[in-house]
């Protein structure tokens, strides 16, 4: 069933876990995360970058997970992933998103808070749920010194501000992580996580989260993540599964049977991180 992002996340705040928020760029990466949600009796977030929607198209993409979702016997979000302008987000809330992300992080706070206002107006009258994004993730180098997390790592007081001037639904925070393939292992602040979570008591998201040990994730849950963006550990599912059909039938040429495999690849990698993130069985 499609659901709403606030109705899946404030749950997981309340009963501590994490929900899995997959990126979906075609059918089979979305058939794979619901076959995952639905083998792990899970709720899920599916999520669409605007260059998703820029590849695929809005409306092919309503239409697929809107059926999926209607399909599914478990919650359903559809959620627009680092919406950054208007036009896109409006064009989600029209097209049957029921939860979009504004992504302001690189504005000066107060602007930040002014333009996602702007944004809550809008969807809230069409009851579609907000997270907002204070902090800067990426290029987090090894060895990042403590100025330089000061600067760009998000402060406890200024989300307390934030969610006080904004009473947004859930809020990313730059706490270590960065989008894409790490360099070396990500160390996570949570003691920040900790304090940002004691602060604001909403639920918290996140992002970068591929290639995150195991362990950190767990903690992670247990300090107040309730969602956990995942885009970069299903591509590489997606492209390893394509290489191996390609390494055992070099003359392939069927579509069914090129993706397939890859379907399946990306099912078990959804799984896992649903199994990690304490949502397997929440449903
Ligand atoms: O955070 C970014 C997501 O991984 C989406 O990436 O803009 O290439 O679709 P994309
Ligand atoms: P990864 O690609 O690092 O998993 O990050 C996904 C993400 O944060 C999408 O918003
Ligand atoms: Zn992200």
Redesign the pocket.
Known sequence: MLVTGKEILDKAHKEGYAVGAF?V?NMEILQAVIAAAEEERSPVIIQ?????IK?AGVDYLSALVTLAARKATVPVALHL??GTSYETIISCIRNGWTSVMYDGSHHSLDQNIAETNEIIKVARAAGVSVEAELGRLGGIEDNISVDEKDARFTHPDEALKFVQQTGVDSLAVAIGTA??KYKGVPVLDFDRLQEIKNLVNIPIVL??ASGVPEEAIRKACTLGVNKI?I??DVRQAFTDGIKSVFEKTPDEFDPRKICGPAREEMKKVVKGKMKMFGCSGKA
């Open positions: 990126n760029n669409t970058s605007e260059g998703a590849y992933d680092h989008h894409g992002h970068g963006n885009d970069t």
